[in-house]
């Protein structure tokens, strides 16, 4: 009977003697062995555990979350210039960039005098139904004052953007008025144009600008196409410079518009991703039209899938300077506290068989992002006798003519930077933003004149006869940039030029400001050239050399939806404008 009794103690005493082990263990190990933790035992769990030794262990305390959020992007940034980690509070206005719209209340305004100037409101938005005028001053937002030196872009369009359906209360001092006068602004859905001008540069030859690739940009493209199919369009300008990409889909389909049945688009690959190839479908409605496509050093990732297969399929001429040389594809990864990191999961070749990705070492995107620099300093921008092109990179189009990957798109017709009439006078004035600062204020003293002429046109013919330069320089002087006339007389063209076109864009928004613009424009003018010539149908070389460039095995798989071809963060606007 003892023995029985004894015996059922025994697991007891071993559980105890276990537990007891156990700390005895954790006591010695924390104490005595160096804080070595046996988790530690392979990479992948190497930052879980160093995060929780140092929050368990840190000499000071510290706020973990934080932590975190500051190591993503130096984590990302270890493995290329285009995997980046946006944090929560950036990602619906990164997102806005390419999704087509917000919801705001709808206008464009700039940051003057520590104060919001409404520049313009957006027709049939939600401030133009309550009554706010371009010229207004934004005072008050919700009853709480909005002015001062802590006035930011970043924390204006914080406040004036929302959730639709809700409701924002400012007030505003308008010129004509004594009194602030009080809105109630009901925010609503306000589109984002990724196509900044489309017209008629001649009676027979198109133009259109397209600024980014976003969600809606193909539709937009499609309305632009049949607008100046109705004008009787008989050959077009595509202009992709500065446009530094977006959805990879959204240039997949708008090239597929241009080419006939069949051509190769873009393929693919990646380590875990499989070899994916996009092929016209025949469908597109700009098969046979003379295609012109304009190119910089800003033009990036899809704009280079977009030059690329135009180029490679022998559909166009590109025209103006070597492109940025992006060829990786990130794909949107979300996070359950709403940021988000876009991660590089396979690079992208034009239907030659070239990446035009430009190398980079990893974690020193820095040096990367300032290779314009270099190009610069090297005078790349100049002559393209400067471009070193790379032999061993060297593949063919479709009628055998010679490209070059490695870095970018080389265009078929390269025009310089014009750098005729820049001085320090220039540049100081444009540096300190006289010119913008000048042209905000002149558009505000005479915003009831100026709104008498309905295009740029007529507004000019207005300018040239008020000595607006002499207006500028002046002001410029007042301000304590010294009057150099030698060097004001050599600038006086480009001062005229960027004078006026701001002006122009105050007044009369981005197109009529691009159609000024493109009146002295080198690069238009050259692609014009060619239109006019009949020469945009690129020729086959009179010598082809013997190139093996097969398609390895056409597998036409459909691209995912969602993949981004750059960092789709890219906010231009003239003078600083915002949109809310």
Excluded at 33 to 50: F, H, P, V
Aim: net charge negative; hydrophobic share 35%.
């Amino acid at each position: 009977m003892g023995t029985k009794s004894s015996s059922r103690f025994v697991p007891l005493i071993i559980a105890v003697s276990v537990v007891v082990g156990i700390l005895i263990g954790t006591f010695y190990a924390k104490h005595y062995g160096g804080n070595r933790l046996g988790i530690i035992n392979g990479s992948s769990n190497k930052l879980n555990a160093l995060l929780r030794v140092i929050d368990d262990q840190y000499v000071d305390t510290v706020n973990m979350a934080d932590l975190v959020e500051k190591a993503m992007p130096q984590i990302l940034a270890e493995l290329d210039p285009h995997s980046t980690y946006i944090p929560a509070q950036k990602l619906e206005e990164v997102n806005s960039e390419l999704e087509g719209s917000f919801s705001g209340i709808g206008i464009q305004f700039t940051i003057q005098d520590d104060t919001i100037h409404v520049n313009s409101v957006i027709q049939g938005g939600p401030s133009e139904k309550v009554g706010l005028m371009a010229g207004d001053r934004i005072v008050l937002v919700d009853d709480c004052l909005f002015v001062g030196k802590g006035l930011s872009n970043e924390k204006a369009m914080r406040t004036l953007k929302g959730p639709k359906g809700t409701q924002v209360k400012i007030s505003v001092k308008r010129p004509t008025e004594k009194e602030l006068l009080d809105f109630t602004i009901t925010r609503g859905d306000i589109p984002q144009n990724t196509i900044d001008a489309a017209y008629m540069l001649t009676d027979d030859f198109g133009y259109i600008q397209i600024s980014k690739f976003g969600r809606t940009t193909h539709i937009e493209l499609l309305n632009a196409i049949a607008q100046l199919s109705h004008e009787r369009c008989k050959g077009l300008i595509i202009d992709l410079r500065d446009n530094t990409g977006g959805y990879m889909e959204a240039a997949i389909r708008m090239v597929n518009e241009f080419l006939s049945e069949g051509k190769l688009i873009v393929y693919t690959e990646g380590r875990k991703y499989p070899r994916m190839e996009e092929y016209a479908n025949g469908t597109g409605s700009c098969q046979k039209l003379p295609l012109v496509v304009l190119v910089n050093e800003a033009s990036a990732s899809a704009s280079e899938i977009f030059a690329g297969s135009i180029q490679d399929n022998d559909r166009g001429t590109i025209v103006g300077r070597r492109s940025f040389g992006k060829g990786l594809v990130q794909q949107p990864i979300d996070f359950s506290d709403g940021s988000a990191i876009r991660l590089t999961i396979a690079r992208y070749y034009t239907p030659s068989g070239r990446c035009i990705q430009r190398p980079y070492e990893s974690g020193k995107d820095s040096r990367y992002e300032m290779d314009w620099i270099n190009r610069y300093e090297h005078g790349e921008f100049f002559s393209k006798d400067s471009i070193k092109l790379n032999e061993e990179e060297r593949y063919t189009t479709t009628l055998g003519r010679p490209v070059y990957g490695g870095g970018g798109i080389m265009p078929d017709v390269f025009v310089p930077q014009d750098t005729t009439g820049i001085t320090s006078y220039l540049i100081e004035a444009s540096n300190r933003g006289l010119i913008r600062q000048f042209c905000f204020h002149y558009t505000d003293q005479n915003r009831k004149t100026l709104e008498k002429y309905e295009n740029e046109e007529a507004l000019m013919k207005y300018l040239l006869r008020q000595g607006i330069v002499e207006q500028f320089i002046r002001f410029a002087e007042q301000k304590g940039l010294k009057r150099r006339n030698l060097l004001i007389h050599k600038s006086y063209k480009l001062l005229e030029r960027n004078v006026y076109g701001s002006i122009i864009y105050n007044m009369q928004g981005m197109e009529a400001y691009i159609r000024y613009i493109n009146q002295s424009d080198a690069t238009v003018l050259k692609a014009l050239e060619i239109l006019k010539n009949g020469e945009a149908f690129p020729q086959a070389p009179e010598m082809v050399e013997n190139d093996d460039n097969e398609d390895n095995g056409k597998q036409k798989r459909t691209a995912q939806a969602d993949l981004f071809t750059e960092d789709p963060v890219s906010c231009y606007r003239l003078a600083s404008v915002r949109l809310c």
